[in-house]
């Protein structure tokens, strides 16, 4: 079955720029996309189709996908940017997650 | 705006079956597709499946292929989904996310919290 592989932990000073890795066979020849969740809350869209921000979410959050790897980018990260993320393909038609990063910023 | 209430918690003992409801409203129904995806505690997010509102067609994560049932009621706006031959480890939480096939999880609800214990 289709694996998408995230560091366990991700850390960052505030203002500086934040990147979290998913990495999977041939994953720039998919969409990736990636969510924050804060603790309590549901899942949140970030970035969609390898590049896109959904309505609302601000523009230092962005995305890239090439390879064998996508990459979530935090520019500027703030406190509130504290969360788990996780990207998120297709295989054929069954959906795939990572296993989650955890940004701390600090 | 685009809504999906989802039912409340369960508490379940090993063996019984769950159905989890999850009701959108803000967009026209048959247009999307409905996800479900699980969050066991402290644990990652597992893909479940997707139905389409639409016509009813599935796509199922293999490993619940023979337990899962999804589907949609169109004159309510309504998915279900239906687990069956609980087990301790199918405690979690069951999250609705509306999406077209191969695309994005757009909107989530907030998610069902099932407790599979004796």
């Known amino acids: 079955s289709y694996e998408l592989t995230q560091p366990p932990s991700v850390s960052v000073s505030p203002g500086q720029t934040a990147s979290i890795t998913c990495s999977g066979d041939?994953?720039?020849?998919?969409?990736a996309c990636w969510y924050q969740q804060k603790p309590g809350q549901s899942p949140l869209l970030v970035i969609y189709q390898d590049t896109k921000r959904p309505s609302g979410i601000p523009e230092r959050f962005s995305g890239s996908n090439s390879g064998n790897t996508a990459t979530l980018t935090i520019s500027g990260t703030q406190a509130l940017d504290e969360a788990d993320y996780y990207c998120?393909?297709?295989?054929?038609?069954?959906?795939?997650f990572g296993g989650g990063t955890k940004l701390t910023v600090l | 705006q685009v809504q999906l209430v989802q039912s409340g918690a369960e508490v379940k003992k090993p063996g019984a079956s769950v159905k989890v409801s999850c009701k959108a409203s803000g967009y026209t129904f048959t247009n999307y597709g409905l996800n479900w995806v699980r969050q066991a505690p402290g644990q990652g997010l597992e893909w479940m499946g997707w139905?389409?509102?639409?016509?009813?067609?599935?796509s199922y994560e293999q490993k619940f292929q023979g337990r899962v049932t999804m589907t949609t009621d169109t004159s309510t706006g309504t998915a279900y989904m239906e687990l069956r031959s609980l087990r301790s480890d199918d405690t979690a939480v069951y999250y609705c996310a509306r999406g077209k096939l191969h695309l994005e999880h757009d909107y989530w609800g907030r998610g069902t919290l099932v407790t599979v214990s004796s």
């Open positions: 998120q393909a297709w295989d054929t038609s069954t959906g795939v």
């Open positions: 139905i389409s509102a639409y016509n009813g067609d599935t």
């Open positions: 041939k994953l720039g020849d998919k969409y």
